[in-house]
């Protein structure tokens, strides 16, 4: 099995929400940070969210503060995303990645170990 497997994502209307939910296994179980990026096309992959594996510590990017949010389901090594008052500008894939450490380059996408599958996104207007 992947270390990390996606699911959620789909078509909604402006204003909808959505819930994308990111499973770890294997060597991602035990991973100290889980970030949520995204990617539309013809742009950079950008961090979105993130939470440490005690759901203590969590981050946002400023373009979805209050309306993302990051939780963590310990039991199922399960972490969550929900998306709520969608807009346009939310539409790209979306990917779960996990890094053993939390440093200064969390943002950046070569900070991570391992990846999720990518989940397709799209905010109809």
């Known amino acids: 099995q992947a270390p990390l497997v996606q699911s959620g994502g789909g078509l909604v209307q402006v204003g909808g929400s959505l819930r994308l939910s990111c499973v770890a296994s294997g060597g991602a179980v035990n991973s100290f940070f889980t970030a949520w990026f995204r990617q539309a096309p013809g742009l950079e992959r950008e961090i979105v969210a993130g939470?440490?594996?005690?759901?203590?510590?969590?981050f946002y990017g400023d373009h979805v503060k209050g309306r993302f949010t990051a939780s963590r389901d310990k039991a199922n090594n399960t972490v969550y995303r929900q998306m709520d008052n969608l807009k346009p500008e939310d539409t790209a894939d979306y990917y779960c990645a996990t890094s053993n450490t939390l440093g200064a380059s969390y943002s950046q996408a070569s900070h991570y170990d391992y990846w999720g599958q990518g989940t397709q996104v799209t905010v109809a207007s």
């Open positions: 939470i440490s594996k005690s759901g203590g510590t969590t």
